[in-house]
């Protein structure tokens, strides 16, 4: 779903939210968090944030409720969807929304952990009050969407790069780096980001294989940082949060 605009090719930048590297650390919520909405805010960008709900508390003071970013689920404990049993996928999908919405939050959109999204999902975004779903998309280049069955929403997709196939986001730019930037395209939908990578250094990473660790490590912290100021910057490409971006579209309002 993508609009435009005097100010460039609109596209959705979002942030998930959840602890460092699946450990139980929140160094990415407690240091990169201010710091990346006050750089959102140097380039008059939007964007959306999906919050662990369990970690509401964390982010209040640099995401007030009532701010100019969006705040949607990313589920309540960030566990694997496509693994829990009925009642769990429910509890994962409403709790969140609740708590979320008990701190102050307008939720409109979620997205599963890891995009993983078991039959079914869309129905229960539906039914939970739910507006869209940006579950749609991948970590891996190879790996397509899963579909979430009847009672689907809108649907905000995670873009790619020139490939077609590479997922948009701080991952792939910063395992391509110091190339990433050339390898965005002019309309390369939306972009998501994870706070860990805003890090030098994260507890976490010890729980990866070797080789992803290493990988993983590729660029954070400053390089990551110079990335997302460079991509901000672009004048052809206008950053919202998937909320403006929707209401943007007649069809999906």
């Known amino acids: 779903m993508r609009t435009t605009s005097e100010t460039g090719q609109a596209v959705a930048f979002t942030v998930d939210v959840e602890s460092d590297w699946a450990s139980s650390g929140t160094r990415g919520i407690r240091e990169a968090l201010p710091r990346l909405v006050d750089l959102l805010d140097r380039h ?6 999906f919050v662990v709900a369990e970690h509401v508390d964390l982010v209040r003071a640099a995401l007030p409720p009532d701010g100019r970013h969006e705040v949607g689920s990313h589920s309540l ?32 959109g979620f997205r599963a952990p890891f995009f993983a999204r078991p039959p079914g999902l869309g129905a229960l975004l539906a039914e939970a009050g739910y507006r869209y779903d940006a579950s749609a998309g991948s970590l891996h280049p190879f790996r397509r969407p899963t579909p979430t069955g009847a009672g689907r929403l809108p649907e905000v997709v995670t873009g790619h790069l020139r490939d077609g196939r590479t997922p948009f986001s701080l991952t792939w730019l910063r395992l ?11 309309d390369p939908g939306s972009f998501y980001c994870h706070l860990h990578e805003l890090l030098d250094d994260t507890p976490g990473w010890d729980r990866l294989p070797p080789g992803l660790r290493r990988l993983h490590r590729r660029a954070c912290g400053r390089p990551a940082w110079a990335l997302l100021d460079r991509l901000l910057g672009r004048a052809d490409l206008h950053f919202t949060s998937c909320r403006d971006l929707l209401d943007a579209v007649p069809e999906a309002a």
């Open 44 to 49: 008059d960008a939007t964007a959306t944030f």
């Open 176 to 186: 391509a780096h110091p190339f990433g930037p050339r390898l965005v395209g002019a």
């Open 77 to 108: 404990s960030h566990p694997l969807l496509t693994r829990l049993p009925l009642e769990g996928l429910r509890r994962e999908v409403v709790e969140s929304k609740r708590r979320l919405e008990d701190a102050g939050y307008v939720v409109a």
